[in-house]
């Protein structure tokens, strides 16, 4: 419960701060925002499955590991690329890469 508070008084200070940004842009008239932070975690559990990774893989910053998912050495999981394992394992050899 009080986590769950903590979450939502982040997400609101964090929203509160991206609108005075945004307001402070416009004052000096400029026209792009920049996003600093990134809500993306490319490595996430699923359940009690977890990621093993080798310690030289590469994951792009926009790419998702998600579940029961081994990477061996020297393998690298590409920008926008999805790699969920909810059922079964997913094995990625070393020194592949995975584009899409």
Not at 38 to 57: A, G, T
Not at 74 to 83: E, K, L, N, T
Request: aromatic residues 8%.
């Amino acid at each position: 419960m009080i986590g769950r508070a903590y979450f939502h008084a982040g997400k609101v200070l964090r929203e509160t701060g991206q609108a005075l940004d945004r307001v402070g842009l416009k004052a000096q008239n400029k026209t792009i925002f920049r996003e600093k932070l990134s809500r993306h975690r490319s490595v996430m559990s699923l359940y009690e499955k977890k990621p093993n990774m080798s310690f030289d893989v590469f994951i792009a910053p926009s790419a998702s590991v998600i579940g029961d998912v081994i990477v061996n050495d020297a393998a690298s999981i590409w920008y926008g690329a999805v790699v969920r394992a909810d059922v079964n394992p997913i094995s990625i050899g070393g020194g592949t890469n995975n584009p899409d």
